[in-house]
């Protein structure tokens, strides 16, 4: 199971802006803490680990140039580098979700989330075929919710989504994993 600590938003923003101020030992701790969660998400879009890897980088790239051009985001940091990757997966490409470490992601969070409850009752692999006849966006906002622990908000502003839109899309995705999975 990947466990996955972002910093807190509050030591997120003063990060951010000590990068934007040139501190280069700033720019190393994001790095740090967020290459291995970039890469994850990328990586279960992605199929070739060493494509995952250069896309990843490619999103720190973007950030290091943002930072340069004053384009850099003022806030919420783990927002952008994640819109970032998920704009570089569909620049590239348009496949599909794929499943190879799919189990590794289905949560080991609390009792007080029935859907990762119920997500961590199933097989891993009926999960990792209902998962598969889910769309890419209900995919997507679960593997965000609930793979990366990621709030409404947060996934909302990577996917380009109103929150009630992603919350939709989130009782959708799970209605429709439960009616794959009663009919398996």
């Known amino acids: 199971m990947i466990v996955i ?39 279960l879009r992605v199929e070739d680990r060493i494509l995952a890897e250069d896309l990843a980088s490619e999103v720190f790239l973007s950030l290091v140039n943002a930072i340069q051009k004053g384009s850099a985001p003022r806030h919420s940091l783990r927002g952008w580098l994640f819109r970032v990757a998920r704009n570089h997966i569909h620049d590239h490409y348009s496949s599909r979700l794929t499943t190879t470490a799919l189990d590794e992601w289905i949560p080991a969070s609390s009792d007080y989330e029935p859907e990762a409850r119920a997500l961590r009752a199933l097989d891993a692999e009926q999960a990792r075929r209902a998962l598969r006849m889910l769309v890419d966006e209900q995919q997507e906002v679960l593997v965000l919710r609930f793979g990366q622990g990621l709030t409404l908000q947060e996934t909302a502003d990577i996917m380009g989504k109103q929150v009630g839109a992603v919350k939709s899309l989130q009782f959708r995705a799970v209605q429709t994993l439960r009616q794959i999975m009663s009919q398996v």
């Open 5 to 43: 600590v972002l910093p807190d938003i509050a030591a997120e923003d003063r990060l951010l802006e000590a990068a934007r101020r040139g501190d280069q030992d700033a720019m190393f701790k994001i790095y740090d803490s967020y290459f291995p969660p970039i890469y994850n998400f990328i990586r």
